[in-house]
């Protein structure tokens, strides 16, 4: 059966694939009509598989979704009682934190200011995969992890109307030193980057002119040994082959639920306090190059599964999981879980990284959003892997650098040409070419009522995390 093709449209960008077979749900997709001809058969497939798995009550594609491992990414899944580990995968918690500054655009219109800056941020933060450590990073003692293990952002002072979660419990009778591979890495990666598509990015409001810097990674190496630890005890309990353990379930009130669900949450406290010490470096570089002092104006996950309110169709209200595997909370004004936090009458924000080339946004949720879950975009979505990337756009390699260096954007009257990068060559894996056009996912959102855009922010440097 091809899935894609009995989808029922709603509304211009609401599709349900009607339920088939094991289906616990059916699956409400957000998508345009061009976003929805590029999807394959392959993520349908997934999404089936998603809303297959016990406990499932609730299945949302965003508009920047594509295919996955277990779930879809860009894919939210909402359980009662089972808790899926494909729903934060690998990269638990990864996210992103932004930085508003006071400078204007142009206070980074210069070139060589922008390489000064980016240099001086690498000798605080560490990029790249591995645990090596910049010359003045900052030393992380072994005692710190437990605290920064069990409390995330509230062990180093940050307040919680900074944060979509300041951290998560754990019990106290939790040993968090049962997977030495993962422990082991914590003193030497809090305060990293990583590879792949993590990224610090000075970034402009095109309408205003404002500088702002976005922060984006996980929970690095101790995310990574959880999850697979966890992946292959699940697999080995639901008795799946060990090529299949990306699919299994635990249920939350089994041993092994109840270990994994703490162990899940003290990888996000590590995320979580690992983008606020990267703050730090940032700062002190700002301070360095343009004698200036940003200021941090929110941190969100979008890798992450929560325990949460959910607000259902009546109005009433119950506790469940939601999975949102590169999907981010969107809680709009009055939800029960922002109740007593200063976003209670607004909404929190929704901070949504796009491309190196095409930049990210800033969205407050609306109304809408309990239609999808709570949930919106982690950004554009990709539309090539890594290696397909490598190989189709290795001829188109020079215009691609040459496009990094001048294209020109006006922002607030003031003209900045070029994107400073960390890197000899632009990489082709994460080039704006690899991914959707952000404005056309962000339609989506707003025309289905889901948020609104309240900034849309362009880069003009970027610092990657290189493998």
């Known amino acids: 059966m091809s899935y894609k093709y009995i989808v029922e449209q709603q509304t211009e960008n609401h599709y349900v694939l009607p339920r088939n077979g094991d289906m616990k749900v059916e699956v409400h997709a957000f998508l345009s009509a061009s976003l929805l001809e590029r999807t394959d058969e392959a993520l349908w497939q997934q999404a089936v598989h998603s809303a297959s798995y016990e406990g499932v009550i609730g299945v949302y594609l965003m508009p920047d979704t594509h295919l996955g491992y277990g779930i879809p990414v860009g894919g939210v899944v909402v359980t009662e009682g089972t808790i899926i580990q494909s729903g ?22 210069d070139w060589d200011r922008r390489t000064r800056w980016v240099d001086e941020v690498e000798r605080r933060v560490a990029t790249g995969l591995g645990d090596h450590r910049p010359e003045l990073a900052p030393r992380v003692k072994h005692r710190q992890i437990e605290s920064i293990l069990r409390y995330g952002a509230k062990a180093l002072g940050v307040s919680a109307d900074l944060c979509e979660r300041q951290y998560i419990p754990i019990p106290e009778d939790i040993d968090l030193d049962k997977i030495p591979r993962a422990h082991e ?77 703490a162990h899940h949450n003290s990888a996000a406290n590590f995320a979580i306090a690992n983008r606020h010490c990267i703050v730090e470096g940032v700062q002190a570089a700002l301070r360095d190059v343009y004698q200036a002092e940003g200021k941090v104006y929110y941190e969100i996950s979008h890798n992450l599964v929560q325990e949460e309110t959910l607000v259902l169709p009546d109005g009433s209200t119950k506790r469940g999981f939601v999975h949102r595997k590169g999907a981010t909370r969107a809680f709009p004004a009055g939800h029960p879980d922002l109740v007593d936090t200063c976003w209670e009458k607004t909404g929190h924000p929704c901070l949504i990284p796009g491309s190196m080339l095409t930049g990210a946004a800033i969205l407050f949720p609306l109304q809408g959003a309990l239609n999808s879950g709570c949930s919106v975009n982690h950004g554009s979505g990709r539309m090539l892997g890594r290696g397909e990337a490598k190989r189709e756009l290795s001829v188109l390699h020079d ?69």
Not at 232 to 239: F, P, S, Y
Not at 412 to 427: A, M, S
Not at 433 to 454: F, P, S, W
């Open 185 to 261: 890495r914590c003193a030497h990666q809090l305060g990293s980057v990583g590879g792949g598509n993590h990224f610090i990015e000075m970034q402009v409001d095109a309408a205003d002119g404002s500088v702002w810097v976005m922060i984006h990674c996980g929970s690095r190496g101790y995310g990574w040994h959880t999850a697979d630890h966890f992946f292959h005890a699940g697999a080995k309990l639901r008795g799946l082959p060990r090529n299949r353990r990306e699919q299994s379930y635990l249920y939350a009130d089994e041993p092994l639920g109840e270990s994994y669900w």
């Open 88 to 109: 934060s995968g690998y990269d638990i918690s990864c996210g992103v934190v932004y930085m508003q500054t006071p400078l204007h655009a142009r206070d980074v219109q």
């Open 399 to 467: 215009d691609i650098d040459r496009e990094m260096k001048t294209i020109m954007r006006s922002f607030d009257g003031v003209e900045i040409t070029g994107i400073v990068g960390n890197t000899e060559r632009t990489p082709l894996d994460e080039c704006g070419h690899v991914y959707k056009d952000l404005d056309e996912v962000l339609a989506v959102l707003e025309n289905e009522g889901i948020a609104r855009v309240e900034r849309r922010l362009y880069p003009v440097a970027n610092i990657k995390g290189t493998d």
